[in-house]
């Protein structure tokens, strides 16, 4: 079984004028721009699930209490 959210005419890219390609790709950043304050401390790839000095949490990321010397 697929998901596919987009159509067949969405995805086709070669197809899109310069002005429908610029429309898809600021919507695309501004969709990503939105959840910045949210995931600014997590990572969608490589060794790390959240950045080192910060845990995840059932409210969201935290940062790690630093111990005193």
Known sequence: MTDSFLSEEDLDL????????LAWW????RQAQ???D???HLYSHGVF?????????PTGVE????RES
């Open 14 to 21: 070669r197809n899109l004028s310069w002005e429908e390609l």
């Open 38 to 40: 949210q995931d600014e």
């Open 49 to 57: 699930r959240v950045e080192p000095g910060w845990r995840i949490t």
């Open 34 to 36: 939105a959840s910045n």
């Open 63 to 66: 940062r790690v209490p630093q």
């Open 26 to 29: 600021e919507l695309a950043l």
